[in-house]
T-cell receptor, first 110, second 115 residues
Framework: KQEVTQIPAALSVPEGENLVLNCSFT??????LQWFRQDPGKGLTSLLLIQSSQREQTSGRLNASLDKSSGRSTLYIAASQPGDSATYLC?????????FGKGTRLSVIA | GAVVSQHPSWVICKSGTSVKIECRSL??????MFWYRQFPKQSLMLMATSNEGSKATYEQGVEKDKFLINHASLTLSTLTVTSAHPEDSSFYIC???????????FGQGTRLTVV
């Protein structure tokens, strides 16, 4: 059974800092791994999708990497802004529905 | 493309009543849809997998007679919370997977409050 773990659970950084969010998964037989953003009381916004054959994906200030062999993915946020404050969820997809981590709650302080 | 619309976005109902939540894929066909529940400050927990034209598959611990799922067409799945109680208050999110693809797209969620 797939299990997804995210570290840290919460993170607070000053504006402008670069930061890394970590995600690990137990079953490496995944189709893809997705990173989502969730604002309080809101739904999910898909940020990046990395297919199992890919090593990384980039979108603007966001870069996500995937290492299937070690069961790890990272989300790198460059030059953080207060608007980046949200909960970030990673989810692994295999032949079962998406399995989510508990998320990292990010606060970027101006 | 790949838009999933969920309705309503929030609902308040009295204890003992039933509430129906709709999940529609607006611009693609989805043979499979998923229903998740999220309690405050918790992650999304899968409730059930809905397949068009067949019975839903429920996760362990989810009461199928309480959470009725219908997936009558390739673009619509509904979740009905029957005889709702305050402990059913939660954030419910649906997800749809394009036929033949592995990426899932999410609705905006429904905040259910049972009073």
């Amino acid at each position: 059974k797939q299990e997804v773990t995210q570290i840290p659970a919460a993170l607070s950084v000053p504006e402008g800092e670069n930061l890394v969010l970590n995600c690990s998964f137990t079953d490496s037989a995944i189709y893809n791994l997705q990173w989502f953003r969730q604002d309080p009381g809101k739904g999910l916004t898909s940020l990046l999708l990395i297919q199992s054959s890919q090593r990384e994906q980039t979108s603007g200030r966001l870069n996500a990497s995937l290492d299937k062999s070690s069961g790890r993915s990272t989300l790198y946020i460059a030059a953080s802004q207060p608007g980046d404050s949200a909960t970030y969820l990673c989810a692994a997809s295999s032949n079962t529905p998406l399995v989510f981590g508990k998320g990292t709650r990010l606060s970027v302080i101006a | 493309g790949a838009v999933v619309s969920q309705h309503p976005s929030w609902v308040i109902c009295k204890s003992g009543t039933s509430v129906k939540i709709e999940c529609r894929s607006l611009d693609f066909q989805a043979t499979t849809m998923f229903w998740y529940r999220q309690f405050p400050k918790q992650s999304l927990m899968l409730m059930a997998t809905s397949n068009e034209g067949s019975k839903a598959t429920y996760e362990q611990g989810v009461e199928k007679d309480k959470f009725l799922i219908n997936h009558a067409s390739l673009t619509l799945s509904t979740l009905t919370v029957t005889s709702a109680h305050p402990e059913d208050s939660s954030f419910y999110i649906c997800s749809a997977r394009k036929t033949g693809y592995t990426e899932a797209f999410f609705g905006q969620g429904t905040r259910l409050t049972v009073v």
